[in-house]
Nanobody, 123 residues
Framework: VQLQASGGGLLQPGNSLVLSCAVS??????LGWFRQAPGKEREFVAA????????YYADSVNGRFTISTYRGENSVYLQMIGLKPEDSAIYYC???????????????????WGQGTLVTVSS
């Protein structure tokens, strides 16, 4: 399984951005987005169950970010609105075959990772 994240950039606070993650290889049960800011640990952002379509979000992005996919596409997207400077980070997409949604929040349960795409929010 290979993942390729793209779509990062430099934006002003309040702007919107959509990140894409192309997935090749066998279908995994869940896809997720994580991010890592300079000097901080990588943290969970959002995840989606590919079997049921249910979505999961970190409290810090809930209501502003939306994870989605399209039928027939082996890709996952992260729509981000109302971006804040604290959203600046390298964003990674990842894939897991776990079925227990409790594990979707934990990066240790993701076996496959993309290379990351940088999002910078600054005025």
């Amino acid at each position: 399984v290979q993942l390729q994240a793209s779509g990062g950039g430099l934006l002003q606070p309040g702007n919107s951005l959509v990140l894409s993650c192309a997935v090749s290889g066998r279908m995994m049960n869940a896809l997720g987005w994580f991010r890592q800011a300079p000097g901080k640990e990588r943290e969970f952002v959002a995840a989606m169950s590919m079997s049921g379509g249910r979505t999961y979000y970190a409290d810090s992005v809930n209501g502003r970010f939306t994870i989605s996919t399209y039928r027939g596409e082996n890709s996952v997207y992260l729509q981000m609105i109302g971006l804040k400077p604290e959203d600046s980070a390298i964003y990674y997409c990842a894939a897991t075959n776990e079925y227990n949604s409790l594990y979707f929040y934990d990066q240790r349960y993701y076996a496959y990772w993309g290379q990351g795409t940088l999002v910078t929010v600054s005025s």
